[in-house]
């Protein structure tokens, strides 16, 4: 399964790219605050990032990469990473956790499965493009 990890690879190529995160972590879509999200050019940057799951730190870069653990060792990954940031503390039931920690991995591997392995993408605010195409084999 493709799956979107953190890469240091085009960082630099703009003027605003950052990175926090660390190289071949899992990484997932991060909330977008009322600034970045109207677009006006003076926000914090949160809407051009992936958050990653171990670090908790962002990046503006992601690689395309073949994960080799099972689709419920994502789902564990995620929910652990959304578990300690206190996303999933809203009171919910069992199920409604789930499906909030389930629609983030969706969301994730619907992207990824877009582009070929090694392929670099940005974001922003929600949209997503290639800043790398995946090398020919």
Do not use: K, N
């Not at 990890?5 to 190529?13: I, L, P, R, S």
């Not at 605050?33 to 503006?60: I, M, N, Q, V």
């Amino acid at each position: 399964m493709r799956v979107l990890v953190a890469t240091e690879e085009t960082q630099g190529d703009r003027a605003d790219d950052y990175t926090w995160a660390t190289p071949g972590e899992l990484v997932m879509f991060g909330v977008i605050c009322a600034t970045d999200l109207r677009g006006t050019g003076r926000g914090c940057g949160c809407g051009r990032a992936f958050a990653g799951l171990h670090s908790e730190r962002a990046t503006t870069t992601a690689q395309v990469a073949e994960w080799p653990s099972s689709l419920d060792d994502v789902v564990l990954a995620f929910r652990d990473s959304l578990a300690r940031g206190g996303w999933l503390d809203f009171g919910g039931t069992e199920e409604e956790v789930h499906a909030v920690v389930v629609e983030a991995v969706m969301e994730v591997l619907l992207v990824a499965d877009r582009y070929p392995a090694g392929t670099v993408i940005g974001t922003d605010r929600g949209r997503q493009y290639v800043r790398q195409p995946a090398a020919a084999r």
